[in-house]
């Protein structure tokens, strides 16, 4: 089993910029992957950036450039580093851990993100 818990959502204005983290406990050397999904009201999760364990990056089209997913070196906590941040990202952010296939079975709780000036 493994245990996500992220922290780091928030209130921002358009523009601006906020972090997210994810710590992970438990049975983590089965993880390969790190992905954060996103779920907006009445919208249906989307995938937004994943991170694996060669360090390889993936971003969803609406948010390269502006998003930096990354992780530490004992790669336990993964972050989300939003910046440029827009009205049409706000949303609830969950990470979640894989070991092959999207969406893997450990979800954080979620986060909430809300841009807004």
């Known amino acids: 089993q493994v245990q996500l818990v992220e922290s780091g959502g928030g209130l921002v204005q358009p523009g601006g910029s906020l972090r997210l983290s994810c710590a992970a406990s438990g049975s983590i050397g089965s993880i390969y992957g790190m992905a954060w999904y996103r779920q907006a009201p009445g919208k249906q999760r989307e995938l937004v950036a994943t991170i694996n364990t060669n360090g390889m990056t993936y971003y969803v089209d609406s948010v390269n450039g502006r998003f930096t997913i990354s992780r530490d070196n004992a790669k336990t906590t993964w972050n989300l580093q939003m910046s440029s941040l827009k009205p049409e990202d706000t949303a609830v952010y969950y990470c979640?851990?894989?070991?092959?296939?999207?969406?893997?079975?450990?979800w954080g709780q979620g986060t909430q993100v809300t841009v807004s000036s």
């Open positions: 979640n851990a894989y070991s092959q296939l999207l969406p893997g079975p450990y």
